[in-house]
C-alpha cells in the first residue's frame, strides 16, 4: 500500500511569508504527527491529530499550526516565516497514536 | 527530563569492520524504544520496535538490543550501502497520546 506523501518536497520563501505543507497518512491511519529536523537540533515534535483533533502539541509558537481533515489527511502553516524555520519538515502517520509510526520523505523549506 | 543520547555522533567504517551504536535513555516507565533508519534528504524509515529489557531484533546485518537503560544497534560485516544516519526514539506519554522523543542520530559511514 501507499507510504505516506507529503508535498511540496521542496519550497523557498521569503522571510514574513506564510507556508502550507500537506501530509496525505497511510490509508486507514487516524494519526498524524509533524516533526522538525534540523542539523542543530535533530528531530523535534511538533504537533499530532488525531481524528480532526489536536491531541499533542510540543514546543514551537502559535506561529506553527495545523490541522486535519475528515479523510485524515493534514497540513500544517506556519506563519511570519523566520531564517530559523528553515529546516525538514516530516510527517509520520499510525493507526491510532501508537509508537512505530511511519514517516514521509519530508517537506524541505528554506527561508532566505 | 526525558533524554536520548546517542554515541558516537558519527562513526567511519571498513566494509566488514562489525561495531556497535550506543542509545541511552532517561524516560520513567518505557513503553518502547524504536530505531530508524535515514537516508541523506528522505524521511526515517521505520528498522526496529523493543519493549522490554532483553528483547533482541534482527533484520539483516542489523541486530537490535535493549537493556533498562540503553540500546545497542550492532552492524555485522557493514556494506557501503548501510551508510546513513541511524536514529533512535522512545514514546513520551503527553495529553493523552504519545509523542516520540529522538536522539540527536548517528552518522554512518562504511567504506569499501
Known amino acids: 500500500k501507499a507510504g505516506v506523501t507529503q508535498t511540496p518536497r521542496y519550497l523557498i520563501k521569503t522571510r514574513g511569508q506564510q507556508v502550507t505543507l500537506s501530509c496525505s497518512p497511510i490509508?486507514?491511519?487516524?494519526?498524524v504527527s509533524w516533526y522538525q529536523q534540523t542539523p542543530g537540533q535533530g528531530l523535534q515534535f511538533l504537533f499530532e491529530y488525531f481524528s480532526e483533533t489536536q491531541r499533542n502539541k510540543g514546543n514551537f509558537p502559535g506561529r506553527f499550526s495545523g490541522r486535519q481533515f475528515s479523510n485524515s489527511r493534514s497540513e500544517m502553516n506556519v506563519s511570519t516565516l523566520e531564517l530559523g524555520d528553515s529546516a525538514l519538515y516530516l510527517c509520520?502517520?499510525?493507526?491510532?497514536?501508537?509508537?512505530?509510526?511511519?514517516f514521509g520523505q519530508g517537506t524541505r523549506l528554506t527561508v532566505v | 527530563e526525558d533524554q536520548v543520547t546517542q554515541s558516537p555522533e558519527a562513526l567511519r567504517l571498513q566494509e566488514g569492520e562489525s561495531s556497535s551504536l550506543n542509545c541511552s535513555y532517561t524516560?520513567?516507565?518505557?513503553?518502547?524504544l524504536f530505531w530508524y533508519r535515514q537516508d541523506p534528504g528522505k524521511g526515517p524509515e521505520f528498522l526496529f520496535t523493543?519493549?522490554?529489557a532483553g528483547e533482541e531484533k534482527e533484520k539483516e546485518r542489523l541486530k537490535a538490543t535493549l537493556t533498562k537503560k540503553e540500546s545497542f544497534l550492532h552492524i555485522t560485516a557493514p556494506k557501503p550501502e548501510d551508510s546513513a544516519t541511524y536514529l533512535c526514539a522512545v514514546p513520551i506519554s503527553q495529553g493523552g497520546s504519545e509523542k516520540l522523543v529522538f536522539g540527536k542520530g548517528m552518522k554512518l559511514t562504511v567504506n569499501p
Open positions: 509520520a502517520s499510525s493507526l491510532s497514536g501508537e509508537t512505530g509510526a511511519f
Open positions: 523493543l519493549y522490554s
Open positions: 524516560v520513567s516507565g518505557l513503553r518502547g
Open positions: 490509508s486507514g491511519h487516524r494519526s
